[in-house]
């Protein structure tokens, strides 16, 4: 069973940019399909933005899609979230989530991470 750890939360200000990490130990990478999801206060967690294991194909929730970058090292073991132009509603926990295959289901994989906050203030 692989294990992800999140890092890289924060507050920052409107207009800003953050990056978030996540770092996958106790399998092998390359076989993982990888995601961050969020979830705001009082509100359902919810599809962030997606990559396949092979090949880099990638997908985000179209509230993030011109602002956040997820991309992957499979040399490192880990992914990213770069969020760029930050806005408030962006304020949540950030998880991190894999799945053995090709792709992340849509409520997320099988694994999770502990999560990090992030916050934006107005």
């Known amino acids: 069973q692989v294990q992800l750890m999140e890092s890289g939360g924060g507050v920052v200000q409107v207009g800003g940019s953050l990056r978030l990490s996540c770092t996958v130990s106790?399998?092998?990478?390359?076989?993982?399909?990888m995601g961050w999801f969020r979830r705001a206060p009082g509100m359902e967690r919810e599809f962030v933005a997606t990559?396949?294991?092979?090949?880099?194909?990638?997908h985000y929730h179209d509230s993030v899609r011109d602002r956040f970058t997820i991309s992957r090292d499979d040399d490192k073991n880990t992914i990213y979230l770069q969020m760029d132009n930050l806005k408030p509603e962006d304020t949540a926990v950030y998880y991190c989530?894999?799945?053995?295959?090709?792709?992340?289901?849509?409520?997320?994989?099988?694994?999770w991470g502990q999560g990090t906050q992030v916050t934006v203030s107005s």
């Open positions: 990559v396949s294991n092979v090949g880099g194909s990638k």
């Open positions: 989530t894999a799945e053995r295959g090709k792709v992340i289901p849509r409520f997320g994989g099988a694994t």
């Open positions: 106790g399998g092998t990478f390359i076989n993982y399909a």
